[in-house]
């Protein structure tokens, strides 16, 4: 047995070093992945901390004096942590992370309404077409009083909180009760909740002979495919020598979106944008052959609301002199985000690279600790709003176009024509009615009681060519305005007479025919559009 022990014991003097080696080196990792608590008289020494976060989270969870809900304040720290970075970074907690990306992919979940609060009842405006409601029956002046025979009318419900009794699981169902105008008994309705389509594209219509329009309120994951399916549709009905593409108050969304719709207006070959950043090598966006609409006359609409891959397409379209750009200076984001799905089922939207335009502008404008320094407010105190010339450009951020023309670069887009904002002062009176909703809400009322008169308007083009607001119909809107408590003085009502007949007029459009009515209705008195169609009608 001796005779066993000793190489054994032999072979272990030999390793036996090692092995203390290997456990020190482990006991230092760990001791680097731990921290440890010193308590020395009343201070309290951290020792060994992966981070002085994590440090003083662990510090808290440990010896604070209440109980903390950590993973709230651990989402906090990290949501003010990224503020600290630039305008646009952000965390996203689980709890939001469906509705933050929802009004991007597209589509959500749900019932397929439009729906308005009126008087604390849920007034539907329209049902989508093709969706659940509308096929079970559900129309536009219907009121939802009950939501699974729970009231829902009168319990001072907010937008959110309808949204969330309204929607659901693709499959799943929902009894709404439905009082309808002419009906005396409550109707019930079983919806089978189906996947809802989120448009971009607010509407598409022939503004001119031969002049296109087509509005598009967000870059989202269908932007690109909406806009060919109404090029195509307003193709189909004649044809397009001119076109205008109006982005404002929209205020981005996808690059690959920004990238397929400035594709339809370029040749082959057009760099749109590209992206760089300090651990982003540069990569460039190009167009294709497969372009929709690439010689005809284009106009661009841009304001200050404009932003991100709004900008991609209008600094595209100026950069290459494909068209013209009209309105206001841009928003001026030049930020590109990537979005970091974290295991909790959070996520982080980290700024990695710059975007710019082809001609090499940077059209982010300046920020400092996480906060712009240019936003709405001090470009309306600067007057440029109402002004080109109190636009400030920075000189050292002069660019070229493809012929020449100069273009300055590190605040939006500057359009090639500027239309100033509306200038106009309202009196206190159309103040009163439309800021507390009380115009919109005569409107839906109005169209839900004369549905059955209202109807002999077939379609939206029909409305807007021959609905009007009379005297009686005016009137009517006044005295709904004093029963809501809204002082009505005299005459004075007169200065914006034709400012609420046409705000009056499109709103009962938008009840009976949705934007189709709406929009053609208000760009009546469009200073921007009609500046479009002056360039493109001209010569």
Do not use: C, H
């Not at 709904?480 to 005459?491: L, N, Q, T």
């Amino acid at each position: 047995m001796n005779s066993d022990f000793e190489p054994a014991k032999k072979r272990l003097s030999i390793w036996l070093p090692l092995l203390f080696a290997l456990v020190l080196a482990l006991g230092m990792f760990l001791g680097s992945k731990f921290q440890s608590v010193e308590v020395g008289g009343p201070n309290i020494v951290l020792r060994n901390s992966g981070g002085k976060i994590d440090q003083i989270l662990k510090l808290v969870q440990n010896r604070y004096v209440d109980t903390v809900n950590t993973e709230d304040l651990t989402d906090k720290t990290i949501s003010q942590l990224l503020t600290q970075l630039d305008p646009y970074s952000a965390y996203i907690p689980a709890a939001s992370y469906e509705e933050v990306n929802q009004p991007l992919e597209g589509n959500f979940e749900g019932i397929g309404i439009e729906f308005y609060k009126l008087n604390d009842t849920i007034l539907v405006v329209s049902a989508l077409s093709g969706g659940p409601s509308e096929q079970v029956g559900i129309r536009g002046g219907d009121k939802i009083v009950t939501v699974d025979s729970v009231p829902v009318a009168g319990q001072n419900l907010s937008n959110e909180d309808i949204i969330k009794k309204l929607r659901g699981k693709k499959g799943s169902k929902v009894v709404v009760g439905i009082k309808r105008n002419g009906q005396k008994e409550l109707l019930s309705f079983t919806i089978t909740r189906d996947r809802i389509p989120i448009y971009s594209v607010d509407i598409a219509y022939m503004v001119a002979p031969e002049v296109g329009y087509i509005k598009i309120n967000k870059f989202s994951a269908t932007t690109a495919e909406e806009f060919r399916q109404a090029f195509a549709k307003l193709r189909s009905s004649s044809p397009i020598k001119g076109l205008v593409l109006d982005l404002r108050g929209n205020p981005g969304g996808y690059l690959d979106a920004a990238i397929r719709l400035a594709d339809e207006f370029l040749p082959n070959g057009k760099l749109i944008t590209y992206t760089e950043g300090r651990t982003q090598p540069r990569r460039d966006f190009s167009s294709s052959s497969s372009g929709l609409f690439e010689t005809g006359k284009l106009v661009v609409l841009i304001d200050e609301g404009s932003a991100s891959a709004s900008e991609i397409v209008s600094g595209a379209i100026q950069d290459w002199d494909r068209g013209e750009v009209i309105g206001r200076r841009s928003f001026g984001k030049g930020l590109v985000q990537e979005q970091f799905d974290m295991r909790d089922g959070s996520a982080v939207r980290l700024t990695v690279s710059r975007y710019y335009t082809p001609s090499g502008r940077s059209i982010q404008k300046p920020y400092e600790g996480g906060k712009s320094s240019d936003d709405f407010l001090q470009r309306l105190e600067r007057g440029e709003l109402f002004s080109a010339d109190s636009i400030q450009q920075n000189d050292s951020l002069q660019f070229r176009t493809a012929s020449g023309r100069i273009v300055f670069g590190g605040g939006g887009i500057m359009p090639d024509i500027f239309v100033p904002a509306d200038s106009n002062k309202f009196s206190d009176f159309f103040n009163a009615l439309n800021n507390t909703g009380t115009l919109i809400q005569f409107s839906y009322v109005y169209a839900d009681q004369q549905r059955s008169k209202l109807e002999r308007f077939k379609t939206a083009d029909a409305f807007v060519k021959g609905f009007q607001v009379d005297a009686p119909l005016v009137q009517a809107l006044l005295d709904f305005a004093k029963s809501e408590g809204i002082e009505v003085k005299g005459d004075a009502y007169k200065k914006d007479l034709d400012t609420i007949r046409l705000y009056l007029k499109a709103n009962i459009g938008r009840q009976l025919f949705s934007n189709e009515a709406f929009f053609p209705v208000m760009q009546q008195r469009d200073k921007t559009l009609k500046k479009a169609l002056e360039v493109l009608q001209a010569g």
